[in-house]
């Protein structure tokens, strides 16, 4: 019997937890940009946006990850994640706006949830480290989640950024906008890659998993005491 309590009082207690830590889980549509993929020519890309995925000024390459060996790709670069990433262009000097990519209405929040947006970025090459780029959220409320960044050329870097759900549904996007501090025409044309995008509920501060565990040893004490008492 005691057993037996034990063993309901640790569900029970465990429901809890878990009921907290995973509330809400979001649904972007095609994450890492390999769902419907193209027919890539043999230079390994196509100007167009990504099943789920809306442009902004200038449509975006959609990008076949390079397989180490093509000398014929055009960008001899392999994806984070998957089969494709995404490229988007922009020149310093003729593009007034910055070129995005957005996919509105993720669902599955949680409102008043807290959530990780996390994704990969990558320059790609030296002059387009030094355009900018940026990502936000709106639906509800908008968040900017960077501002401004600068990507690496030589390897792919997480980002991560937390918000706080307005509502059930968000918009996410991406922006990015080439600079050229020196001037030299040759660095005008910029690209920063895209990849492995997702949003997660945040992972809680220790001390707030030291709180959970204690809110469920006490419901497992009392579901204990009640019952033996019966």
């Not at 014929?72 to 994806?79: I, P, Q």
């Not at 990780?116 to 387009?128: K, P, W």
């Not at 355009?131 to 968040?143: D, H, M, P, Q």
């Amino acid at each position: 019997m005691k057993t037996s309590l034990l063993k309901t009082a640790f569900a029970a207690a465990l429901a809890v937890f878990l009921g907290v830590v995973g509330a809400g889980a979001q649904t972007i549509v095609n994450s890492s940009f390999d769902d419907n993929l193209p027919t890539f020519p043999a230079n390994g890309f196509v100007s167009q946006s990504p099943t789920g995925w809306g442009a902004v000024t200038v449509t975006p390459y959609w990008i076949q990850s390079w397989d180490g060996v093509d000398t014929a790709a055009a960008f001899k670069v392999a994806a984070e994640d998957g089969a494709a990433f995404v490229g988007l262009q922009n020149n310093a000097s003729s593009n007034t706006t910055a070129t995005g990519l957005y996919q509105n209405n993720i669902t599955g929040l949680t409102a008043g949830e807290t959530y990780t947006v996390s994704f990969y970025i990558r320059a790609r090459n030296v002059q387009s480290e030094e355009g900018n780029f940026s990502a936000n959220i709106s639906g509800g409320t908008s968040v900017i989640l960077v501002s401004n960044i600068h990507a690496s050329s030589t390897a792919w870097t997480l980002i991560t950024a937390n918000f706080t759900a307005a509502s059930a549904s968000i918009n996410l996007g991406f922006t990015f906008r080439g600079i050229n501090s020196e001037g030299i025409t040759a660095r005008n044309d910029q690209m920063i890659f895209i990849d492995n995008v997702s949003i997660t509920p945040a992972i809680p501060e220790p001390s707030t998993y030291a709180l959970l565990a204690a809110l469920a040893i006490g419901i497992a004490c009392v579901i204990v005491r009640r019952r033996s008492l019966r």
